[in-house]
């Protein structure tokens, strides 16, 4: 398998982007934040919070939702037998667009809610809560019921989830549509995170970091995970997918999910040993470090299969 060093630099160049955002934003989290809701625009703010999806008024989540919804349809109806030849072709590229909403959205971004357990900006200005650093464990837990911690946003990365399609049509050869998207998804994302911290909702480095994981994760699961333009290059040569069954990403990303669930049952677990009224929830570390585990192990063996196929040495059925 050839080594793209084009794809590693742009990996490393936002990593370092990324990390240099973060160490500014950490340094001002407390008063930018303040700053951006003393001076934020209301009816922005509560246009952007709001959404049809949850018997409210439309608002600016909506269109990430009905790209999801969209997304997910489109991958359905590209796994029918009688599916359109450019239905099916594209499926490589909408499977990535599935998994990496699954992964970002629903995976990487609550798991860090539940065990960052952030308090959020309304909170802590009110007195109620102590201020951390995005980096430390808030004082949040599951014994003081469901509770949506702040780190990381998660209706940024909802919005950020839409920058797959740009990868999506870059990897097709629409680079001037891709990377208009892209601009646009990016600028959408950063709107979102603002809106969020003139709420109070989030705080600055909450927008950054689901930034971070939204963009990180796509561009790894693309280029190096689901190896995206190589599958694309393969159907184009063989005229098909060979081993790989239709639908194995998404069971990929559920494994992921299952992974990322796993680790949220173990951390709330062993976090419970020190807290005394709630040192019944250790026993979540007993289904918590198995369903880790067998997540992590099915996901590589997918990506195993998928490197085979790849290589043109198939031993099986992905979805075995």
């Known amino acids: 398998m050839a080594f793209d060093m084009k794809n590693y630099w742009g990996l490393g160049c936002l990593l370092l982007g990324s990390v240099a955002a973060l160490l500014w934003a950490t340094a001002v989290d407390y008063p930018l934040t303040k700053w951006i809701w003393q001076n934020g625009w209301s009816a922005f703010a509560e246009f952007m919070g709001q959404s049809l999806f949850e018997g409210e008024y439309p608002g600016g989540g909506d269109l990430a939702v009905l790209f999801l919804v969209a997304v997910f349809g489109c991958y359905a109806l590209s796994l029918r037998p009688q599916a359109a030849a450019g239905l099916v072709a594209w499926r490589p590229s909408l499977g990535f667009m599935v998994a990496g909403s699954l992964i970002t959205a629903f995976a990487w971004v609550h798991t860090l809610k539940w065990l960052m357990a952030r308090a959020r900006p309304h909170l802590v200005f009110g007195g109620s809560h102590p201020f951390t650093a995005w980096y430390e464990i808030g004082p949040h837990f599951i014994n003081e019921g469901i509770y949506h911690g702040s780190f990381t946003s998660g209706h940024t990365a909802q919005v950020f989830v839409m920058m797959t399609l740009a990868y999506a ?75 790989l069954k239709a639908g194995w990403e998404l069971l990929l990303g559920c494994s992921l999910v299952a992974a990322c669930l796993g680790l949220v049952l173990a ?39 998928l490197n085979q196929a790849l290589a043109d040495a198939p031993t099986g059925s992905i979805t075995e």
């Open 169 to 243: 049509l870059v990897g097709r050869g629409r680079k001037p549509a891709g990377w208009v998207i892209g601009t646009g998804v990016l600028a959408y994302t950063l709107a979102m995170g603002l809106a969020r911290c003139m709420t109070l909702s989030h705080w600055v480095t909450d927008v950054i970091g689901a930034v971070v994981i939204s963009w990180g994760t796509p561009h790894v699961l693309y280029h190096h995970i689901l190896k995206v333009p190589l599958q694309q290059r393969r159907r184009e040569t063989l005229k098909g997918p060979g081993n």
């Open 267 to 305: 951390g709330l677990g062993l976090r419970a040993f020190w807290i005394p009224e709630a040192r019944q929830l250790a026993l979540l570390v007993l289904p918590g470090i198995p369903l880790a585990m067998w997540g992590a192990l099915k996901s590589r063996q997918y990506c195993r299969r």
